[in-house]
């Protein structure tokens, strides 16, 4: 390898890191972390997930994910109630105040998929998409 900042993986990082500190700085902006719209758009999408589902769309660990909803819940974003049939499990769900910093951030990150799409092309979403997909099954 004559050349490992020409690498496939260098681009693949360095657009990685600009994407995230895209978002960051957006999201920041209105008083969310990357990791806490995940779990906001998640919660939308699917209300009661699991904290080890919500962990895994987030890319933290169980433990950190922890520390994220009790941050949420405080903020007013999401409310957790213990599971009906499971004592030590919590629901967590969106509340409106939830909803609405949702919308904000969402706004945030359709604008940098336009950006994305943007510098794409002229390739199609779909197939910058699918490509992604392959190489990080490929490492896995």
Request: aromatic letters at 4%.
């Amino acid at each position: 390898m004559a050349d490992p900042y020409g690498t496939i993986g260098f681009a693949l990082k360095q657009a990685q890191q600009a994407l995230r500190a895209h978002l960051d700085t957006g999201l920041r902006e209105i008083g969310l972390t990357m990791p806490q719209y995940a779990v906001l758009a998640f919660l939308n999408a699917k209300p009661g997930a699991s904290n080890a589902a919500l962990a895994r769309r987030a890319f933290v660990t169980p433990q950190t994910m922890q520390a994220i909803l009790v941050t949420l819940e405080r903020s007013g974003h999401v409310t957790r109630t213990p599971h009906p049939e499971h004592g030590r499990v919590q629901t967590t769900e969106l509340t409106a105040a939830g909803a609405k910093v949702l919308a904000a951030a969402t706004g945030i990150v359709a604008d940098a998929e336009v950006r994305l799409r943007s510098a794409a092309a002229p390739l199609e979403p779909k197939v910058v998409a699918a490509m992604l997909l392959r190489v990080a099954e490929a490492l896995r």
